[in-house]
């Protein structure tokens, strides 16, 4: 791999207009191939085959009102009075809320009897006609050497985006796959870039010509770079074992997006830095002191130095201490963060605050519990007792008046919690509430917890491919079986102390 590696960045430098003008070109094709069949993203989770998505699905096809789902606009009076003295006031802000595109409904907080025991807190149902989804470095002490990374991470980045709007078009992809496929990429582009240009810069310093120090370069960093990115594209493909839609397109992204970025280091940069010279070196800062210092002298030197002489009770000690702080991971809860995470500054916030505070935490985590009366077992005289569990369930706040589709074969019941919505008993009260078979309750609280039990699940085989894959790689670069397995179980006492 060396060897090719060398033959690689020795080609480009050779020729440094011809990769630059493939780059030019593909990028160009690229952008072409994003506007002609490229799609847009989504922002919606799901979890394929639960009973939640079948919940969503449901309301899709017999009751869109309700599958459209539902929205609160809160108000406050200040404190000591009463809301309904700003009657007026409401009526005029919920006469412009209904007036927004897609609000298909909205309800009268004072008629409706959504005002808070004390008066002073009220909230107003909003309906949708769609779903909230649709709605829409270091420097190196010189100019040239610190901006050639960025340029080069910048054009893959570039690329890889295009390429991820292409992917858009043939799959589902979350919004949040551009942030975080841009982020992994530029930090992968440009760390590959300072470790080949780094090395390159070093190589020059020791008195090598600047063709012979660029083929060293990529000989030695371009290899470890190489394998470190191959090590992050196979981590985020395999989050499409997960099963789970928006995790998948985010790994997928990322991957094409690193891609890009080892590519254009293995070609572009050679190409640049060659062109550069010994240009690389312009703009120097003159306030930096680049006198060598023996390596003896360094901490870093004289604290391995201490740890080879005694070697057994360093290890020992680390891995004690990784191993108690990482066994919180074993008791790992996934979900999503609501409103109450948010800054005490934004609306949604504000918005949370209050209607925990006037009704409940509850009335931030409200569900619909769906009764599928083409079910077998489950007829219409059942939902009277449906309504009468749920309302005498200890987890349960409220339950509102059903709502029928018009042939009467689904029937919603609007049921807000006494816990907010990341609390465990919340996940409880739903399980509770999916008995008997042919109710299902769609939402984010449900969702959570069948994201929960689909990860649970397909954890093991994720951490299983990206393990053997990773020690693969590492045996074909070390030449060895000790090393990669040694990083292997370095690497999960690592993350798992980072997920404490």
């Known amino acids: 791999m060396n060897r090719y590696l060398r033959h690689v960045g020795d080609t480009s430098a050779r020729h440094p207009w011809k990769p630059i003008a493939v780059w030019a070109v593909t990028v160009a094709l690229v952008v072409g191939l994003a506007g002609a069949f490229g799609g847009t993203f989504v922002d919606e989770f799901s979890a394929d085959g639960s009973e939640s998505a079948e919940a969503v699905e449901l309301l899709e096809e017999r009751f869109p009102a309700a599958a459209g789902g539902t929205g609160v606009a809160v108000f406050a009076a200040p404190e000591g009075a009463r809301l309904d003295a700003f009657r007026p006031a409401v009526d005029a802000a919920l006469a412009r809320v209904a007036a927004i595109e897609h609000v298909s409904s909205v309800s009268d907080p004072f008629t409706a009897g959504r005002i808070s025991a004390g008066g002073r807190i009220g909230f107003a149902d909003l309906g949708r006609d769609i779903p909230a989804s649709d709605l829409g470095a270091e420097a190196f002490g010189t100019v040239a050497a610190a901006l050639v990374p960025i340029a080069i991470a910048l054009v893959a980045v570039g690329a890889g985006l295009g390429g991820v709007v292409v992917l858009a078009g043939v799959l589902d992809v979350s919004t949040a796959a551009t942030t975080f496929g841009a982020m992994v990429g530029l930090g992968v582009g440009i760390d590959y870039s300072l470790f080949i240009v780094a090395r390159y810069r070093d190589n020059r310093a020791a008195g090598q010509p600047n063709r012979q120090a660029l083929s060293g370069a990529m000989g030695s960093s371009g290899t470890a770079g190489l394998f470190a990115s191959m090590t992050v594209v196979v981590a985020m493909a395999a989050l499409v074992l997960t099963g789970i839609g928006v995790l998948a397109s985010i790994g997928l992204a990322t991957s094409i997006i690193v891609l890009f970025a080892v590519a254009t280091a293995l070609t572009l940069l050679p190409a640049l830095l060659s062109l550069l010279g010994d240009r690389i070196d312009a703009g120097t800062l003159r306030h930096r002191r680049r006198a060598p210092r023996p390596v003896e002298a360094t901490s870093s030197w004289r604290l391995a130095h201490r740890i080879a002489a005694r070697p057994w009770p360093y290890p020992i000690v680390a891995s004690v201490l990784l191993l108690a702080v990482a066994a919180p991971a074993l008791s790992i809860r996934s979900g999503f963060p609501d409103a109450g995470g948010d800054a005490k500054s934004t609306t949604q916030r504000k918005a949370y605050d209050l209607l925990a505070e006037g009704f409940g935490p509850g009335f931030n985590a409200p569900m619909l519990v769906v009764a599928d009366l083409q079910r077998p077992g489950l007829e219409p005289q059942d939902v009277d007792a449906l309504v009468q569990r749920l309302q005498a369930d200890p987890g349960v706040a409220e339950v ?8 009467g074969d689904t029937v919603v019941l609007p ?24 109710v299902l309750v769609p939402g984010t609280t449900a969702l959570t917890l069948d994201l929960d039990e689909q990860l649970s699940d397909a954890l093991p085989l994720f951490i299983g491919v990206i393990l053997v894959v990773s020690i693969l790689l590492l045996m074909v670069v070390f030449r060895s079986v000790t090393v990669p397995l040694k990083a292997a179980a370095m690497n999960l006492l690592s993350i798992g102390g980072l997920s404490e």
Do not use: M, V
């Not at 807000?416 to 078979?437: H, Y």
């Open 415 to 438: 049921t807000f919690p006494t816990t907010g919505p990341s609390d465990d008993a919340t996940s409880q009260t739903l399980q509770r509430a999916l008995t008997p078979d042919g």
């Open 400 to 407: 509102g008046a059903p709502r029928t589709t018009g042939n």
